[in-house]
Structure formats: structure tokens, C-alpha cells
Nanobody, 127 residues
Framework: QVQLVESGGGSVQAGGSLRLSCAAS????????MAWFRQAPGKEREGVAV????????YYAGSVKGRFTISQDNAKNTVYLQMNSLKPEDTAMYYC????????????????????WGQGTQVTVSS
């Protein structure tokens, strides 16, 4: 079992920045990768960024690459998402998720493979 709790969401103006945090507890050693997903009303949930817990490799959705940075502090079992140059289209509920199936679901944001999810934190970007 892995428990995930997100924090750091809020409301900012376009061009602003936010840093989201995801604190993991429980069987944290089971995580192959951690990811941030987001979902806006009326839209399907989409992957944003992934980081592999072992090696630290990352990848991003094209829409956020160059603006968002995912990082981790494994000593604290915490994953971060630094969001810069925010745009109104970044407005969504952001979810932290953990893949515990060996990593095969990580690279392509295969949501079925992410067995543990946080409650979400809202990010709102105004124009």
C-alpha cells in the first residue's frame, strides 16, 4: 500500500509559478516511478510528467516540456512538480500517482498501471 498526498496548488496569473509536492507513505519502496497527471473539467485525464524513482530519469508531455520540472527527494519520499510560465490551459486538478508494476507503465502514461493516486490539488491559472 502506498498513500500519496498532494499539496501546493493554488490560483496564479498567467506567467506565474507554482510548486506542487507529493508526499508518499506506506510501502514507498514499491514505486517504480512517480507521475503527475492532470484533468480539466470535460477533459480526460492526461499525463504531465514522470520520474523514475531508481535512476531519476524524467519525461514530460509536450505541452509542458521546458516549463515544468519534476524532481524527487527519495530521502523524504517526496516528488515535486515545479511549474513555471503557467498558462490558462494548465488549469486542472493535478494528481500524483505511483506505478508499482515494475516500470512498464511509466513512459507512456499508462494510467491503468498507476495503482496509487493522491486526492488531487487544484491549479488555476488566470489570463
Amino acid at each position: 500500500q502506498v498513500q500519496l498526498v498532494e499539496s501546493g496548488g493554488g490560483s496564479v496569473q498567467a506567467g506565474g509559478s507554482l510548486r506542487l509536492s507529493c508526499a508518499a507513505s506506506g510501502d514507498t519502496y514499491r514505486r517504480s516511478c512517480m507521475a503527475w497527471f492532470r484533468q480539466a473539467p470535460g477533459k480526460e485525464r492526461e499525463g504531465v510528467a514522470v520520474i523514475y524513482t531508481g535512476g531519476g530519469s524524467t519525461y514530460y508531455a509536450g505541452s509542458v516540456k521546458g516549463r515544468f520540472t519534476i524532481s524527487q527527494d527519495n530521502a523524504k519520499n517526496t516528488v515535486y512538480l515545479q511549474m513555471n510560465s503557467l498558462k490558462p490551459e494548465d488549469t486542472a486538478m493535478y494528481y500524483c500517482a505511483a506505478e508499482t508494476r515494475g516500470g512498464t507503465y511509466c513512459y507512456n502514461f499508462r494510467q491503468v498501471g498507476f495503482d496509487y493516486w493522491g486526492q488531487g490539488t487544484q491549479v488555476t491559472v488566470s489570463s
